[in-house]
Nanobody, 122 residues
């Protein structure tokens, strides 16, 4: 089995920073793209940022210049550094990973974490 576990969420004042982590574990053969999505109350889940296994990243316009995604391939872990947080960043943040497990290799499947709450007060 494969698990993705997020950590690092919490409550912060506007202008503050948080760093999220997401570690993939289990019978993993290869991790390809990883990413972060978020879902605010009453809204659909939306893309925040993704990163390839070569480190190429892309960002939603709303977080460009404030958020930075990175990954440690040796640890199968992806990070999200969030700076200058705004109240509109309040949401549950989910990581995902497109990876091949021992069961599915060479095919890859998309896995999701359970989510971590980020709340930004004004």
């Amino acid at each position: 089995q494969v698990h993705l576990v997020e950590s690092g969420g919490g409550l912060v004042q506007a202008g503050g920073s948080l760093r999220l982590s997401c570690a993939a574990s289990g019978s993993i053969v290869e991790v390809n793209d990883m990413g972060w999505y978020r879902q605010a109350p009453g809204k659909q889940r939306e893309l925040v940022t993704t990163i390839t296994n070569f480190g190429s990243a892309n960002y939603a316009d709303s977080v460009e210049g404030r958020f930075t995604i990175s990954r440690d391939n040796a640890k199968n872990t992806v990070y999200l550094q969030m700076n200058n947080l705004k109240p509109e960043d309040t949401a549950v943040y989910y990581c995902n990973a497109y990876l091949a497990s021992r069961r599915t290799w060479p095919a890859s499947s998309l896995y999701w974490g359970q989510g971590t709450q980020v709340s930004v007060s004004s």
